[in-house]
């Protein structure tokens, strides 16, 4: 059984049991969701050959599947009235049902629609997750949790996307697919159990979750700062994969041990975020990493022609990003009071929309220009959710339902 002796441990009797209990369970669980929705970038160029597409034809289908982040504010309200556990389980079998899609495709239209159904189960499954730690741990104490959950992000590519690498290495890139999918749909039978029914207050939130949803101008400076940090990442992370491949001859293999170590970056950065972020402050930890993914990507564009540095400042700027994010999320459980999944969704809703508008311009400035010009596009989209995140600093009640963590 999947217990509280490893994640479990990071955390002190002052928190809930059950967040506890089951904080191992949901990382593990978000574990393969990642890692399904991850693997296509890195791997583009080996899809793009099965299905006999281009990339650019390929970045198109990425930006067809995650406009599904637009029903995301849709998502919340469901999330918001329904328990949170069926929330998350119905997140985890729509996540199974679009890999298999997927694995079927021989079109790149299929391939889109099993993308668009996957992308968009993983929204119901991180609202539902992140409304259930916002129920249970206040704010100014979620970042550690939260951080916790948020490695999952990194061991997604580190564990999750490199083995399904090596699976895609040894057979090919559909069985890939079939093996996340066996292994959420594993996940969704073991949390079912373990997170148990609602407590009768958050019912009875749950009963009077309706109407508009205002944001006020902090809120949704937050949430124009997510949408460009999101697109800043897939700005890079969308081309590294081909670029290696076009440029150094990189096999699948060895594409697999990329991510495995970008992975590990990963990793130490939402680790430092669970350590330090709630220490120093949500905004300003989140400012920090648009600094560090700025200089990332300058010094990747002046020295992309020398591999192992620029794999270096790749690693960082994708790190850099981890660590961003994850101090950025505790931020939209408070957007909108006592509706955790409204503010929740409309972060996933504004990520998804800056990863969808970064894709066509990010493949079409490889195909046409190279590299440099992608890791360009990220730096400039690193500055603007810096900005914003700047600017929201200094506005009065920044963070929306709560006054800002300074």
Same mark, same amino acid.
């Given at each position: 059984?999947?217990?509280?002796?490893?994640?479990?441990?990071?955390?002190?009797?002052?928190?809930?049991?059950?967040?506890?209990?089951?904080?191992?369970?949901?990382?593990?669980?978000?574990?393969?969701?990642?890692?399904? %929705?991850?693997?296509?970038?890195?791997?583009?160029?080996?899809?793009?050959?099965?299905?006999?597409?281009?990339?650019?034809?390929?970045?198109?289908?990425?930006?067809?599947?995650?406009?599904?982040?637009?029903?995301?504010?849709?998502?919340?309200?469901?999330?918001?009235?329904?328990?949170?556990?069926?929330?998350?389980?119905?997140?985890?079998?729509?996540?199974?049902?679009?890999?298999?899609?997927?694995?079927?495709?021989?079109?790149?239209?299929?391939?889109?629609?099993? *993308?668009?159904?996957?992308?968009?189960?993983?929204?119901? %499954?991180?609202?539902?997750?992140?409304?259930?730690?916002?129920?249970?741990?206040?704010?100014?104490?979620?970042?550690?949790?939260?951080?916790?959950?948020?490695?999952?992000?990194?061991?997604?590519?580190?564990?999750?996307?490199?083995?399904?690498?090596?699976?895609?290495?040894?057979?090919?890139?559909?069985?890939?697919?079939?093996?996340?999918?066996?292994?959420?749909?594993?996940?969704?039978?073991? *949390?079912?159990?373990?997170?148990?029914?609602?407590?009768?207050?958050?019912?009875?939130?749950?009963?009077?979750?309706?109407?508009?949803?205002?944001?006020?101008?902090?809120?949704?400076?937050?949430?124009?700062?997510?949408?460009?940090?999101?697109?800043?990442?897939?700005?890079?992370?969308?081309?590294?994969?081909?670029?290696?491949?076009?440029?150094?001859?990189?096999?699948?293999?060895? *594409?697999?041990?990329?991510?495995?170590?970008?992975?590990? *970056?990963?990793?130490?950065?939402?680790?430092?975020?669970?350590?330090?972020?709630?220490?120093?402050?949500?905004?300003?930890?989140?400012?920090?990493?648009?600094?560090?993914?700025?200089?990332?990507?300058?010094?990747?564009?002046?020295?992309?022609?020398?591999?192992?540095?620029?794999?270096?400042?790749?690693?960082?700027?994708?790190?850099?990003?981890?660590?961003?994010?994850?101090?950025?999320?505790?931020?939209?459980?408070?957007?909108?009071?006592?509706?955790?999944?409204?503010?929740?969704?409309?972060?996933?809703?504004?990520?998804?929309?800056?990863?969808?508008?970064?894709?066509?311009?990010?493949?079409?400035?490889?195909?046409?220009?190279?590299?440099?010009?992608?890791?360009?596009?990220?730096?400039?989209?690193?500055?603007?959710?810096?900005?914003?995140?700047?600017?929201?600093?200094?506005?009065?009640?920044?963070?929306?339902?709560?006054?800002?963590?300074?």
């Amino acid at each position: 059984m999947i217990g509280p002796v490893v994640l479990g441990r990071a955390l002190d009797d002052s928190f809930a049991a059950t967040v506890r209990h089951n904080v191992t369970a949901l990382t593990v669980t978000r574990i393969g969701a990642n890692a399904l %929705y991850r693997f296509a970038p890195p791997f583009l160029a080996v899809i793009a050959r099965g299905l006999d597409v281009s990339i650019g034809e390929l970045g198109v289908a990425l930006t067809v599947a995650e406009l599904c982040g637009l029903m995301s504010p849709l998502i919340g309200r469901f999330v918001d009235r329904v328990p949170r556990r069926l929330a998350m389980t119905v997140g985890l079998a729509g996540l199974a049902a679009g890999a298999l899609i997927v694995a079927a495709s021989r079109h790149v239209v299929a391939f889109a629609a099993g *993308l668009f159904v996957l992308s968009l189960a993983k929204i119901v %499954y991180d609202v539902g997750q992140g409304a259930w730690i916002a129920d249970h741990v206040p704010f100014e104490r979620r970042g550690r949790v939260v951080g916790l959950t948020e490695t999952s992000w990194a061991l997604g590519l580190l564990l999750g996307v490199s083995s399904m690498g090596l699976i895609a290495a040894w057979t090919s890139w559909p069985w890939a697919y079939v093996a996340g999918a066996l292994f959420v749909t594993g996940m969704a039978a073991i *949390l079912w159990p373990r997170i148990g029914p609602d407590p009768p207050g958050r019912r009875a939130v749950a009963a009077g979750a309706t109407g508009a949803v205002g944001l006020g101008r902090g809120g949704w400076m937050a949430v124009g700062a997510m949408a460009a940090m999101a697109a800043a990442s897939q700005s890079m992370f969308v081309t590294f994969g081909t670029w290696l491949e076009d440029s150094h001859g990189f096999t699948t293999t060895a *594409l697999a041990a990329v991510t495995f170590s970008i992975g590990g *970056l990963e990793l130490v950065a939402s680790s430092t975020s669970t350590a330090r972020t709630d220490q120093w402050g949500k905004e300003r930890s989140v400012i920090s990493g648009a600094i560090v993914m700025v200089t990332a990507a300058v010094g990747f564009i002046a020295l992309v022609d020398v591999l192992p540095v620029a794999l270096v400042l790749l690693g960082v700027f994708i790190a850099s990003f981890e660590f961003a994010i994850v101090s950025m999320i505790p931020i939209g459980g408070e957007l909108v009071r006592s509706r955790p999944a409204a503010g929740i969704s409309r972060f996933l809703a504004a990520s998804a929309v800056g990863r969808s508008i970064a894709t066509v311009p990010a493949t079409t400035l490889y195909d046409r220009i190279g590299m440099r010009a992608s890791a360009a596009l990220g730096g400039v989209l690193a500055v603007t959710f810096g900005v914003l995140m700047s600017l929201r600093e200094r506005t009065p009640s920044g963070t929306g339902a709560v006054g800002a963590d300074r």
